[in-house]
């Protein structure tokens, strides 16, 4: 079975600029969420997404936004970039809202901005 | 608030054990253990549940101590292959509306 993808794999803007980042889920995992993790340090929650309904917010500013479609994939915006936004940027998926389930992260999404 | 991970780094040789730690000064619902090689996504090992209940991969070992809100991850005889970032994430609440909070990571260096 194919695990989780993300694209794009490696993405550079420059400050002020606008970014989309896409993940598809593992089949029938319905649940996605969104984790930043920047050098040195481990994932930090951004959002996650249940049945296309946003259930949990990070302590991250307005510019972030992301919403999940009707087939359980979902887009991560950020607006207005700064250069403090360079992180690798991960999607991970489990069957259901809850965390008494696995997680299971893709590759990746490394944002650089300059 | 961020779990306190221990040590932050280990040296071994091939086929010696090492114990990671993992403390919380919250409650938790769950602990979930991953290894995140240098460059690569973090790939899940374990989830540890209150009540008792473990999920994870045969060759991983951990426990979960309740009421110290603390949790150990076990690799015995360890491979090469071990070598990575170990990071634990806990769940307070259980719904997921908080997301995991992931530690600082240990560094695992095995030699051969």
């Known amino acids: 079975d194919a695990g989780v993808t993300q694209s794009p794999t490696h993405l550079i803007k420059t400050r002020g600029q606008h970014v989309t980042l896409r993940c598809s889920p593992i089949?029938?995992?319905?649940?996605v969420s969104w984790y930043q993790q920047v050098l040195g340090q481990g994932p930090q929650f951004i959002f996650q997404?249940?049945?296309?309904?946003?259930?949990g917010r990070g302590n991250f500013p307005d510019r972030f936004s992301a919403r999940q479609f009707p087939n359980y994939s979902s887009e991560l915006n950020v607006n207005a970039l700064l250069l403090g936004d360079s992180a690798l940027y991960l999607c991970?998926?489990?069957?259901?809202?809850?965390?008494?389930?696995?997680?299971?992260f893709g590759p990746g999404t490394r944002l650089t901005v300059l | 608030q961020q779990p306190v991970q221990s040590p932050q780094a280990v040296i071994l040789r091939e086929g010696e054990d090492a114990v990671i730690n993992c403390s919380s000064s919250?409650?938790?619902?769950?602990v979930h253990w991953y290894r995140q090689k240098h460059g690569e996504a973090p790939v899940f090992l374990m989830i540890?549940?209150?009540?008792?209940e473990q999920k994870g991969h045969e060759k991983i070992s951990a426990s979960f101590n309740e009421k110290k809100q603390q949790s150990s991850l076990y690799l015995t005889a360890s491979q090469l292959s071990y070598s990575g970032t170990y990071f634990c994430?806990?769940?307070?609440?259980?719904?997921?509306?908080?997301?995991?909070?992931f530690g600082k990571g240990t560094h695992l260096i095995i030699q051969p």
């Open positions: 540890l549940l209150k009540g008792g």
């Open positions: 997404y249940y049945e296309k309904e946003e259930r």
């Open positions: 994430g806990t769940d307070e609440a259980g719904g997921g509306a908080d997301g995991l909070t």
């Open positions: 919250k409650a938790l619902y769950s």
């Open positions: 089949s029938g995992h319905k649940s």
């Open positions: 991970a998926s489990s069957p259901h809202g809850g965390y008494g389930n696995e997680q299971f």
